[in-house]
């Protein structure tokens, strides 16, 4: 089966480093999703790509959160500085949009990345 | 908007049936349902297309009324397996953010033997 992949799965890092996430999209698939996932909030959108162009990152905070496709193969999360408040789960979603479909196509979740941030 | 589910929690026994409701302010165009296990990624379970449509994934199917601007999960003699979160997510309808789907805070549904 196909599969979103992301890495790290885990990351434990000093409050002020970078992070980087990474995922890997479902070939094939033209939209990509990040997420982050916490108690409090639940699931919320941070960033949107289609056919590897930023649609929408309301979501994300500008200051030190950027999200980029370098190619259609990888999408990165960057957090920089990093702070204790951005620990959570970082899903990466992908799915497949044409002009019939719209947005009635499901979106298919990587495993995720554990941030805790000390 | 985030789209409101209710309940917040449901406890069952193995065998017993549950329903959950998801609620829109706006008007909604099609209604997607996920699962996620504890600890794990979410799941796709069906997207709802059209108001009054039902659709159905093993023991579980949903409802979608557009009037009402809501739609339904209904779990039917429900099994272990079913244990996890319940997520209904919502398309905007139009603009560059077509397609981004805003989730509701999910509702936790524990199976019991």
């Known amino acids: 089966d196909a599969r979103v992949t992301q890495t790290p799965r885990h990351k434990v890092t000093e409050m002020g480093q970078e992070v980087t996430m990474r995922c890997q999209p479902i070939?094939?698939?033209?939209?990509v999703f990040w997420y982050r996932q916490t108690m409090m909030q639940g699931l919320e959108l941070l960033a949107y790509f289609r056919n590897r162009a930023p649609l929408d990152d309301s979501g994300m905070p500008k200051d030190r959160f950027s999200a980029e496709m370098p190619d259609a193969t990888l999408a990165t999360l960057k957090i920089q500085p990093s702070e204790p408040r951005d620990s959570a789960v970082y899903f990466c979603?992908?799915?497949?949009?044409?002009?019939?479909?719209?947005?009635?196509?499901?979106?298919?979740f990587g495993d995720g990345t554990r941030l805790s941030i000390l | 908007q985030q789209p409101v589910q209710s309940p917040q929690a449901v406890i069952l026994r193995e065998g017993e049936d549950a329903v959950i409701n998801c609620s829109s302010s706006?008007?909604?165009?099609?209604v997607h349902w996920y699962r996620q296990k504890h600890g794990e990624a979410p799941v796709f379970l069906m997207i709802l297309l059209k108001g009054g449509e039902q659709k159905g994934h093993e023991k579980i199917s949903a409802s979608f009324n557009e009037k009402k601007q809501q739609s339904s999960l209904y779990l039917t003699a429900s099994q272990l397996s079913y244990s996890g979160t319940y997520f209904c997510?919502?398309?905007?309808?139009?603009?560059?953010?077509?397609?981004?789907?805003?989730f509701g805070q999910g509702t936790i549904l524990t199976v019991h033997p």
């Open positions: 070939l094939g698939h033209n939209t």
């Open positions: 706006k008007a909604l165009y099609s």
């Open positions: 979603a992908s799915g497949l949009r044409d002009r019939g479909s719209g947005s009635n196509q499901p979106q298919h």
């Open positions: 997510g919502t398309p905007n309808a139009g603009g560059t953010s077509y397609g981004k789907l805003t």
